[in-house]
């Protein structure tokens, strides 16, 4: 089966501008998730979507960040403006289970490298 | 709350040389526990997971690791690392249903001839 596919794999900017990401989950997964990479650091949620409906977004600047699951399949991620500290990877993830059901596993996508300068 | 500590940021080992990495986790429910890598400049691949039964979890690659409850751990191992298995490894713990995973900081495993 094809994987989580994400674009850009690469993105540099000046603080300030904005930058958008895109992540295709794999076909049928129910669960989305948005994850920042910070260097040296393990992966941290941003959010989680359940179809086309947030499941958790918590941890998200939403000042700042904002995303969306139109539809319940792809997903888009938003910076602006953006920040030096949010030079990071973003990873997408999806899974194919939801809420409640049983034990989760999630497949990553190749994440989006983002550089603000 | 929940948390994973990896508490070793970077490990060196010869190649063919047997392999542990370490993690530690709390969790305030029955955790599910998950070993991911990542290449450099690649997404995470599912090493191994733990959801149930027995402690001892095959994985992909050759490594394995065991679920300690007493301990609050579950350490990866290898016996013999190809220059291959350079990378950096994290831990993960998550719960039933789709809920969230937590991750440790990583450990970065060099392979040296």
């Known amino acids: 089966e094809a994987g989580v596919a994400q674009s850009p794999r690469y993105k540099i900017i000046e603080k300030r501008q904005s930058v958008a990401f895109w992540c295709n989950p794999i076909?049928?997964?129910?669960?989305l998730y948005w994850y920042q990479q910070i260097l040296g650091q393990g992966p941290k949620l941003l959010i989680q979507f359940q179809n086309n409906g947030v499941v958790d977004d918590s941890q998200l600047p939403k000042d700042r960040f904002s995303a969306e699951r139109l539809k319940g399949v792809d997903s888009t991620l938003k910076i602006q403006p953006a920040k030096l500290e949010d030079s990071a990877v973003y990873l997408c993830?999806?899974?194919?289970?939801?809420?409640?059901?049983?034990?989760?596993?999630?497949?990553f996508g190749a994440g989006s490298r983002l550089t603000v300068l | 709350a929940q948390s994973v500590t990896q508490p070793d940021i970077h490990i060196t080992v010869s190649e063919g040389a047997s392999l542990e990495l370490r993690c530690n986790y709390s969790?305030?429910?029955?955790?599910?526990l998950f070993w991911y890598v990542q290449s450099p400049g690649q997404g995470l691949q599912l090493l191994l997971k733990?959801?149930?039964?027995?402690?001892l979890v095959q994985g992909i690659k050759g490594f394995e690791a065991e679920f300690k409850r007493s301990q609050s751990s579950f350490n990866l191992r290898k016996p013999s690392v190809h220059w291959s298995d350079a990378a950096e490894y994290f831990c993960?713990?998550?719960?039933?249903?789709?809920?969230?995973?937590?991750f440790g900081t990583g450990t970065r495993l060099t392979v040296i001839p």
């Open positions: 969790y305030g429910a029955t955790p599910y």
């Open positions: 733990y959801f149930s039964g027995d402690t």
């Open positions: 993830a999806s899974s194919p289970f939801t809420t409640l059901s049983g034990a989760n596993v999630l497949t």
């Open positions: 993960a713990v998550g719960g039933r249903g789709a809920n969230n995973l937590f």
């Open positions: 076909s049928g997964h129910a669960t």
